[in-house]
């Protein structure tokens, strides 16, 4: 699991665009410069960010919650305060983690985080190339036992529908019976969407990660037949919100569909 990774400062990153949000260190001056101009369209990115990795601390916390140790974080990013690893050993200390990223800078810093810790792997992948990555994932994650598969903030970055429903398709079919799916994507939640919208899309358009937002009942079916908890797919906002937490505005509610899934 621990190939050499190669890194292209010169060109933007989704994930180190996402981590510049975040107020992380690792991106270069290309993904920082996109980050500014995605800003200026829309103020309010930052917001919409945190409240997606929100509800990630919330997901984790809800399957460690059930008694799952193990976690498939498909799409994970570079890592940060929040993130699957420090949310589940928070609560279960011997989970075992597989992450997986496109990016290579994502990856590389997985690994140096984890070090030597034999619960934890990194996977420079392709997250709908299914069979790799399970292949590679069972080594670490025994897929007899519930899994938690976390698909959170990247799917907008998988244009092809077609291709990411196989995969999660494959994904669904892979884990025993108590897994867990969790999922959120950008979305316009009512409406046309808004000017700024198509503006952030061209940006994203311009770096490593195109992004498209997708509707409601094409989110819905990234689940299949697996019963959602409640609340269902709502605002990521609105999926079991923290109790006196601040209502983060229209604009943030409806730009990020999320959902939590449970295999019967």
Same mark, same amino acid.
């Given at each position: 699991?621990?190939?050499?990774?190669?890194?292209?400062?010169?060109?933007?990153?989704?994930?180190?665009?996402?981590?510049?949000?975040?107020?992380?260190?690792?991106?270069?001056?290309?993904?920082?410069?996109?980050?500014?101009?995605?800003?200026?369209?829309?103020?309010?990115?930052?917001?919409?960010?945190?409240?997606?990795?929100?509800?990630?601390?919330?997901?984790?916390?809800?399957?460690?919650?059930?008694?799952?140790?193990?976690?498939?974080? =498909?799409? &994970?990013?570079?890592?940060? +305060? /929040?993130? $699957?690893?420090?949310? #589940?050993?928070? !609560?279960?200390?011997?989970? %075992?983690?597989?992450?997986?990223?496109?990016?290579?800078?994502?990856?590389?810093?997985?690994?140096?985080?984890?070090?030597?810790?034999?619960?934890?792997?990194? =996977?420079? &992948?392709?997250?709908?190339? +299914? /069979?790799? $990555?399970?292949?590679? #994932?069972?080594? !670490?994650?025994?897929?007899? %036992?519930?899994?938690?598969?976390?698909?959170?903030?990247?799917?907008?970055?998988?244009?092809?529908?077609?291709?990411?429903g196989r995969a999660l398709e494959r994904y669904r079919d892979a884990v025993a019976p108590g897994s867990?799916?969790?999922?959120?994507? #950008?979305?316009?939640?009512?409406?046309?969407?808004?000017?700024?919208?198509?503006?952030?899309?061209?940006?994203?358009?311009?770096?490593?990660?195109?992004?498209?937002?997708?509707?409601?009942?094409?989110?819905?079916?990234?689940?299949?037949?697996?019963?959602?908890?409640d609340p269902g797919v709502v605002p990521a906002a609105s999926w079991r919100p923290s109790p006196g937490?601040?209502?983060?505005?229209?604009?943030?509610?409806?730009?990020?569909?999320?959902?939590?899934?449970?295999?019967?």
């Amino acid at each position: 699991m621990g190939a050499d990774v190669e890194v292209d400062p010169q060109r933007p990153s989704g994930a180190r665009v996402y981590d510049y949000y975040l107020g992380g260190t690792h991106h270069f001056a290309a993904d920082r410069e996109a980050a500014e101009v995605a800003l200026a369209a829309m103020p309010e990115l930052p917001a919409v960010l945190r409240c997606g990795r929100d509800f990630l601390r919330r997901a984790v916390t809800v399957a460690a919650s059930a008694g799952l140790s193990q976690y498939l974080d =498909l799409g &994970a990013g570079i890592p940060a +305060a /929040g993130d $699957v690893p420090s949310t #589940a050993r928070a !609560l279960v200390g011997d989970a %075992r983690i597989v992450s997986v990223d496109v990016d290579p800078v994502a990856v590389v810093h997985t690994r140096r985080l984890a070090g030597d810790d034999p619960r934890s792997a990194a =996977l420079l &992948a392709d997250l709908t190339d +299914a /069979g790799a $990555v399970l292949e590679s #994932a069972a080594e !670490l994650l025994d897929l007899e %036992r519930p899994v938690c598969l976390l698909v959170v903030a990247v799917a907008h970055f998988i244009p092809d529908t077609e291709r990411l429903g196989r995969a999660l398709e494959r994904y669904r079919d892979a884990v025993a019976p108590g897994s867990y799916l969790a999922l959120s994507h #950008a979305c316009n939640d009512g409406g046309e969407p808004p000017p700024y919208a198509h503006q952030v899309l061209r940006i994203y358009n311009h770096t490593t990660s195109p992004m498209m937002m997708r509707e409601r009942d094409e989110f819905r079916a990234f689940f299949g037949d697996w019963p959602l908890l409640d609340p269902g797919v709502v605002p990521a906002a609105s999926w079991r919100p923290s109790p006196g937490g601040e209502d983060p505005g229209e604009v943030v509610r409806r730009s990020l569909l999320a959902g939590v899934a449970v295999k019967p």
